[in-house]
């Protein structure tokens, strides 16, 4: 049984169906997209129930995908190699769950259904690709992949100003991946497959020091040098830009805002919910599994921009005006958390960047979900116009309480567990490996005292006091939830209480992979580094 | 079938499945309340499960007196070098603050089911009280300080719903986000605080903690030992806010705002406690200095609320500022290193300021008014809550054989020897302590003669009480008047209890003669310390003119924003970081995504030229080239006209031009 190629291929037969059936039929489009994403979750969960939870790539799939012979440089060698380990385990589960809730948030799209939905089914292929490669130009293809139908669905879906918006996102994240082509390629030219001798794109021969060629150009034995820094140095910067635009850390957070101001509600959900994350999964797979010197060498400046993202994030969240802005910024200050973690290199930290990464796609699904419920009825989301919400729609209260306060880290619900396990980790750092200092941590701790800030005071403003909307006509519109949103939102408030409160069903599965992620970049990230520091003298 | 008596054997046999009943049944009971709205079945189900849990808290305190401490734990998560285990730890301390906590909760749930009667929300309110429970038990139980933490917000995440209860009240909500944001100002110190802990004894498990400090205590590294320093700081902040000590006690006055039984369990009786069991439980991690500062900070806010007590109108505020009082001289205690002494007076100060909550919400539910100015000869209207009130009072204030006195004098007495050893500056904890004795005295006979004395201002008929809010007053204010066999004095001084005494009769003199007499008139409203008394000692405008008024007048200056100030701290900051936000936004949307639009539009400009380019100069050229030829070809076209003259005449230029050529080249 290939199972992952069915998880990552039975979209393609969505597109298939959606693309056959005549446009009579459009109203079962949504089933089927639907149903395929039902399909995925129910897999999804079988492999994660599946999964060796001490051993780290599993379910491996290989297979020769493209084999020329070119002339003097030899053979051109690209294979078809997805397996799962223990760091994509809960991101492939993640995204099949978001797809499903995007996919049910998609019923509210009205126009041009079919295109819809044949973009929907080809970005949900592209995304279960990207987690699931682990051959660097697979990877690749599904990356750019994904791009391409999100342009799309937000520029043809979106609100008013989306050309604006679905442009400024393609070209935010199109810089990254040029740059990631070329290092790419570089890397191709590198590294040899033990096996055949021939040059290879497999993430996992990349990783390995042993399988470097002595003259390759990113080889750390050669000291290739660019601009004066080692090549490999600069490969990593340009790899985590690309990634950082992604996450996205501050400075290069700016696409987001208005992505998700414009986009329309289920894209929204898959932006925050899985687009992040892919970013965040690239710099652990790519930049920390196969630039480990460099990822020492950078993780303090790592480590502060995920302090700045963190608090910058936060205050932006604070003075927005837009619900749905404020819940774009607060991502910003929680995948902070995730940059931190990471940037720590501890277990705990690390551990705890992707936990965060599944509470916070599984929360700020369902923050945008909630915000779409209130867009939909009256096309407006201005903090302003609302005012005593929990008397008119007392049940969505109850959920955007519980949302709110998983975001801002209440215990005994995931966000917590996420950013507490990441700040362990940074504070840990210090005295455990030298990554990043205390005060780093420390810092940082503000920003969940600003979580609650803004997220109590949009509660506060939106939701509390006496009842007064900017239009009397919205006391008939503002009806309270439907039976698909009860279906949408009830799973996902279970899940992170379940998470907060048995944080285990995510640890136990990542801790493995994690740890021989960690000791792999620490040991060989010093073999490079003690290497660079005697040719340099 | 055996699984299940096995269980319930588990449960309702030994001790320990006891402590886990009476953690989890308030947690279903939530769960089940959120669900249900008939009122008669959420008494049940409340009372009942108050009941069960009471009852049982009282067999694990006898089984803790008889076998001693146990303890139950099971692993929870690993992660790393991290590996938690959940678990709880019945000592002497738990056992007395579960049996303490569960009694006050069922006679306030018992007492709201009269003041909450016909609330539209009422079964919520029930639920949200059982919520507090669990989290409250856990509290308390926890083994482990990261699940003291979890229960350590999640009861002030019940405290939030229940001050913001009155959703339409625009005061409550303010009052409750305040309350939640100030505490997690606390949370971050107790979060900086488990890091540290982490990160130099490798645990958070408060039993092994204790044997770690207990074996290598004085063997830790001189790096650690600083960290353990700071460490115990940022505990110190946690205890702060949620015990509102001075400069964080603003949250609680306006805490007042939720339902009066609210008031009663959280935020005087239990939740706000929990600061200073949290120090009694992680004492052994507190050095020296560390204890110096809490002594200060607990004596100036033990004199602190007294003293603003004392002109308050308002019963609950009055209260409230009581709390604060009466929390700083527990803190107090912590810092002269008599953390006994701090649970001894936490102790009867739970069941006597219980009461005083509860009378006043049977005297608010009676006659609907809050302001002590309205009142008067309540005495005779609402008999029972008269005796409670003053049994209760005369517990606060410390009169010889209640409670509050065998309390406060082992205060006094820890306090008194420790400011001996230490001499010097650190008199002046003694010196606040004492006079916050006098203040208290004067205030509590302030309002009470003011409430239940005087002529009857009430020309209607009241109801007296109802059982169900009676029955909780006499049982919790029979809690008021027994010595409790808690603690034995350690610094007994035999004249302490003769100065106390003075210092009370200085306190109730100076009251009756001041306010009740008014024979002396040592201030009218614009003498000074009736000024500072009734502002609140000014902290506020001192807040407001030391650190918010600067900052927003720099702020102002770069760009003037309709701004209206604030009168406490809190909001004063709070109004800062929001009036900061905007600008970071300004930054946001001008300069770094404004970069962005401008590197965006030089890349347009750029492949505008480009175009430009392409179009006139090199489509331009190829163009021009074509053009080139076609003009040649006109050029040349425009030759061939087949006149023969004109051939004629252009091959006589030519030759004229060749010849002239050769001869110019020779």
Redesign the interface.
């Known amino acids: 049984m290939k199972l992952l190629s069915i998880l990552i291929f039975i979209p393609f037969l969505g597109m298939l169906l959606v693309g056959v059936l005549p446009k009579v039929y459009q109203n079962i489009y949504k089933y089927i997209t639907a149903g395929i994403a039902l399909i995925q979750v129910l897999l999804a969960v079988y492999l994660y129930a599946n999964f060796e939870k001490n051993a780290v790539f599993q379910f491996i799939e290989q297979q020769n995908w493209i084999s020329l012979q070119i002339g003097s440089l030899g053979k051109l060698q690209i294979d078809y190699f997805v397996g799962m380990d223990g760091i994509s385990a809960g991101l492939v589960l993640l995204s099949s769950i978001v797809m499903l809730i995007a996919s049910l948030s998609s019923f509210e799209i009205k126009a041009n259904l079919k295109g819809y939905f044949i973009l929907f089914n080809l970005m949900n292929l592209a995304i279960m690709g990207v987690f699931l490669s682990l051959d660097f130009f697979l990877f690749y293809v599904f990356y750019e992949l994904m791009l391409l139908p999100l342009y799309f669905l937000i520029g043809m879906w979106g609100g008013a100003n989306r050309e604006y918006a679905s442009i ?1 996102f393609f ?2 994240t199109l810089f990254g991946s040029v740059f990631m082509l070329l290092v790419m390629v570089g890397l191709y030219f590198s590294v040899n497959d033990p096996s055949t001798g021939n040059h290879t794109f497999n993430i996992l021969h990349m990783m390995n020091p042993a399988n470097y060629k002595a003259d390759g150009f990113f080889s750390h034995a050669s000291n290739a040098m660019l601009f004066g820094i080692p090549s490999r140095f600069i490969a990593f910067i340009v790899l985590f830009i690309g990634f950082a635009i992604k996450v996205p850390m ?2 290069f ?3 987001l805002p208005d992505a998700h101001v414009e986009a329309p509600t289920p894209i929204s959900i898959v932006l925050a919910g899985i687009l992040l994350k892919v970013g965040a999964y690239g710099i652990i797979r790519i930049c920390y599994g196969i630039f480990p010197d460099a990822a020492i060498h950078y993780s303090y400046y790592i480590g502060l921009m995920g302090m700045i993202s963190i608090i ?1 994030g936060a ?2 969240a ?3 005006k837009d619900l749905k802005r404020l819940i774009a910024y607060s991502s910003v200050s929680h995948m902070g958390f995730v940059l931190i973690g990471i940037a720590s290199l ?3 930290g690390m ?2 960047a992707i936990f965060q990464l599944f509470s916070h796609g599984i929360l700020s699904s369902m923050l945008f979900f909630l915000v779409g419920v209130l867009y939909v009825r009256v096309h407006d989301r201005e903090l302003a116009n609302f005012r ?1 919400l ?2 008119q729609m007392p049940k969505y209260t109850v959920f955007v309480v519980i949302a709110f ?1 998983a975001s801002l880290g ?3 619900m995931s966000g ?1 567990i996420g950013e ?2 990441s ?3 940074a ?2 750092s ?3 490996n030298g990554m990043i200092p ?1 005060w780093m ?2 810092i940082s ?2 920003g ?3 979580g ?2 803004y997220f ?2 949009a ?2 403003r939106m ?4 009842k007064r909307f900017k239009l009397s006509s919205w006391e008939n519109d503002l009806t309270d939830l439907t039976t698909r949103e009860y279906i949408v939102l009830i799973p996902l408030a279970i899940s992170t209480i379940v998470l907060g409160i048995f ?2 069903y995510l ?2 599965w990542s ?1 493995a992979s ?2 021989v992620l960690i000791n792999d970049t620490l040991m060989n990230g010093y073999i490079y580094l003690h290497q660079y520091f005697q040719v340099i003298g | 079938m055996d699984q299940i008596t096995n269980i319930s054997s588990f449960l309702f046999g030994s001790a320990k499945g006891l402590a886990l009943l009476s953690l989890c049944l308030p947690l279903l009971g939530f769960l089940f309340l959120m669900f249900t709205k008939k009122s008669n079945l959420v008494n049940i189900i409340s009372i009942g499960i108050g009941s069960i849990s009471f009852i049982s808290s009282l067999f694990i305190l006898i089984q803790n007196i008889q076998t001693g401490n146990f303890s139950l734990h099971s692993h ?7 590996n938690l285990e959940v678990g709880i730890v019945v000592d002497r301390i738990a056992s007395l603050m579960l049996s303490m906590v569960s009694f006050i909760a069922l006679m306030v749930m018992v007492f709201s089911t009269s003041y909450m009667k016909g609330e539209n929300r009422y079964s919520i309110f029930f639920a949200y009280l059982n919520l507090f429970s669990f989290a409250m038990y856990g509290l308390i139980l926890s083994r482990n300080l990261l699940t003291t ?3 350590w ?2 009861v002030g ?1 019940c405290s939030y719903l229940l001050i ?1 209860f009155y ?2 009240k ?1 005061s409550a ?2 009052a409750n ?1 305040k309350a ?2 100030i505490n ?2 606390g ?2 110190g107790f ?2 605080g ?3 802990l ?2 130099t004894l490798g645990t958070l498990d408060l039993v092994e903690l204790f044997s770690r400090v207990q074996e290598h205590g004085i063997y830790v590294s001189a790096s650690d030992k600083f960290a353990l320093h700071i460490a115990g700081y940022a505990f110190f902040i946690a205890v702060i806010a949620k015990s509102a000590q001075f400069p964080l006690h603003v949250w609680l006055p306006d805490a007042m705002e939720g339902p009066t039984p609210v008031s009663a369990l959280i935020h005087a009786a239990t939740m706000v406690i929990s600061g200073i069991y949290l120090m009694i439980r992680i004492y052994f991690l507190l050095d020296p200095s560390v204890l110096n500062f809490i002594a200060i900070i607990g004596s100036f806010t033990a004199f602190m609320g007294a003293f603003i007590a004392g002109r308050q109108n308002d019963i609950k505020k009055i209260l409230a500022y009581s709390t604060i009082s009466q929390l700083g001289y527990m803190v107090m205690a912590v810092g002269v290193t008599a953390p006994m002494a701090a649970f001894y007076h936490l102790y009867t100060h739970a069941f006597f300021k219980a009461t005083l909550f509860l009378s006043a919400g049977s005297i608010i539910h009676a006659i609907h008014t809050q302001d002590i100015r309205e009142m008067g000869g309540l005495r005779k209207i609402l008999p029972i809550t008269f005796i409670a009130y003053i049994v209760s009072a005369a517990a606060l204030v410390g009169i010889p054989f209640f409670s509050g006195f065998f309390s406060k004098e082992a205060i006094l007495n820890e306090t008194w020897h420790w400011a001996q050893l230490h001499g010097n500056i650190y008199l002046i904890v003694p010196i606040f302590a004492f006079s916050g004795v006098i203040m208290t005295a004067f205030y509590v006979f302030r309002h009470v003669s003011m409430v239940f004395f005087g002529e009857n201002k009430f020309n209607f008929s009241v109801k007296k009480e109802n059982i169900s809010i009676a029955l909780p007053l006499i049982l919790l204010s029979i809690g008021s008047i027994f010595m409790y066999p808690l603690y034995e004095e350690v610094h007994e001084l035999a004249y302490m209890p003769y100065i106390s005494v003075l210092l009370i009769f200085i306190g109730i003199t100076s009251a009756y003669l001041i306010c009740y007499r008014k024979l002396i008139k040592p201030y009218s409203e614009q003498n000074i310390i009736y000024k500072l008394s009734s502002n609140a000692l000014y902290l506020d405008k001192i807040y407001d003119y030391l650190f918010t008024k600067p900052i927003h007048y720099m702020l102002n200056k770069l760009q003037p924003v309709d701004f209206k100030f604030d009168k406490d701290i809190i909001h004063g900051v ?1 109004n800062v ?2 009036h ?3 600008y ?2 300004k930054f ?1 949307t001008y300069i ?2 404004g ?2 639009n401008a590197i ?1 539009k030089i890349g347009v400009q750029i492949s505008l030229l480009s175009g430009w380019i392409d179009k006139k100069i090199i489509d331009g050229m190829v163009n021009a080239i074509a053009k080139l030829t076609r003009r040649i070809g006109d050029l040349i076209r425009a030759f061939q006209t087949g006149k023969v003259q004109s051939y004629f005449a252009l091959s006589a230029l030519l030759l004229i031009f060749f010849i002239w050529i050769f001869m110019r080249g020779l």
């Open positions: 400024k070209l935010y501050v400075p957070h700016t696409w910058y205050l932006n604070l003075s927005a501890t277990a705990e551990n705890g005593g929990s008397l306060f209440l215990p005994g917590f507490a396990f700040l362990f980790g504070f840990l210090e005295t455990s205390r941590a420390i701790t503000l969940i005292l600003l609650a800030a109590l005071w509660l506060q939701f509390f006091g006496e944080p285990s640890f136990d801790n994690v740890n | 929870w998560l690993t992660v790393g070098s991290i933490y979890i229960f917000e999640m995440f913001g959703t339409q625009q909500i303010l986000k939640f944001i997690r100002i949370d971050l979060l900086t488990l890091m540290i982490l990160s709070g970081v929001i900061f936000s905007q970071i936004n946001d770094v995504d970069l962005v965006a």
